[in-house]
């Protein structure tokens, strides 16, 4: 058995060194790999891992910069120019397994040409993978060879692809400034503005959260003794949170069947405003179309001086200085107290 066999197809010498394990392509190291299987699993791990957009600027990006090195190997050959170079490129490709790859249209001055793809390697991963879109290495491939030959920036755009229904793939490229770095920050870019959307959006779900907990604790209806309830004042009072406190109040004591309502007003002192005086006219006054009468604790000589100046009038509502005399009067009025 020869350990070292070697054949020259289209013109290109394919080697291998069975003892070394190794296999060469025109002098060159490589490997070979099962298409559908092997390439399919590496494609799926990758977009696994990365997702499909950054996949395909990952491959786009490979591909074209794996061009560049190729078109170096053209322009190194003696007496081989652009012309000859997309005539070697077909039977090159051909005879590595890539499919076949077809040069049209090429316009030296205006620098542009087509290339027409059939049945690729790329081409037969995306149908492995049940693709219904062409993929980006091998247009961005030969951009990239065509960007060396030519000596400037070479895009493309995929006119329609093979894995669509069509026979062949089929690509045209030009000169542009597009390049594969401005790809690749662009990716950046749109990754950071998705996660800053994500944050917001997180942002968004925790104000929601945190605005119902402070729903919830703001302004509590405590049920101290029988016939008695309890609702502390906390803090500003903006139009919404004055509603809610005055429907949840009002909502609330029915169900504890309060006869006294009493208002405790020191929390307020370094947040009274003439809303909060509203407020608390608004709510004790309707309390009383349910029969529940309003006791007032925990006014300041501050607090006194704002409800002066409003001209709110509070004197019909009973008003002690600390809650423990509120609630012992709202006892008494029913025959009873603390002993």
Not at 142 to 166: C, D, M, P
Request: aromatic fraction near 10%; hydrophobic fraction near 40%.
């Amino acid at each position: 058995m020869d350990r070292k066999p070697s054949i020259s197809v289209g013109g290109l010498q394919f080697e291998w060194d069975l003892d070394e394990g190794k296999f060469l392509f025109e002098g060159q190291d490589s490997v070979l790999f099962w298409t559908s299987t092997a390439m399919k699993m590496f494609f799926d791990s990758i977009e696994e891992i990365s997702g499909e957009e950054a996949t395909g600027v990952v491959m786009e990006s490979t591909g074209f910069r794996q061009g560049l090195i190729v078109g170096d190997y053209f322009a190194e050959m003696d007496d081989v120019d652009v012309a000859k170079a997309a005539d070697l490129i077909t039977y090159t490709y051909s005879s590595a397994g890539w499919g076949v790859a077809e040069i049209h249209n090429l316009n030296m001055e205006e620098q542009t040409l087509e290339v027409h793809l059939r049945n690729s390697w790329e081409h037969k991963i995306n149908v492995a993978q049940g693709k219904t879109f062409g993929g980006r290495f091998l247009p961005a491939h030969y951009a990239g060879i065509f960007t060396k030959l030519f000596g400037r920036n070479i895009w493309y755009k995929v006119v329609h692809s093979q894995i669509e229904g069509f026979n062949e793939t089929v690509i045209n490229y030009f000169p542009s400034e597009e390049t594969v770095d401005k790809n690749i920050h662009r990716l950046a870019r749109l990754k950071e503005a998705e996660q800053i959307q994500q944050l917001e959006n997180l942002v968004a779900e925790k104000t929601i959260e945190l605005n119902e907990l402070i729903k919830e604790i703001s302004s509590p209806i405590i049920p101290v003794l029988q016939d008695i309830v309890v609702v502390p004042l906390l803090g500003t009072y903006d139009e919404e949170r004055a509603e809610e406190l005055l429907v949840k109040t009002l909502q609330n004591l029915p169900t504890h069947k309060a006869k006294y309502l009493v208002l405790d007003l020191t929390g307020l002192n370094n947040n009274f405003t003439e809303q909060a005086a509203n407020l608390i006219d608004k709510l004790g006054s309707t309390a009383s179309l349910i029969g529940t009468s309003t006791i007032l604790v925990g006014i300041s000589p501050q607090m006194s001086m704002v409800i002066g100046e409003s001209g709110i009038n509070l004197s019909k509502f009973n008003c002690f200085q600390t809650l423990q005399h509120g609630i012992h009067y709202a006892l008494a009025q029913n025959g009873r107290s603390i002993v």
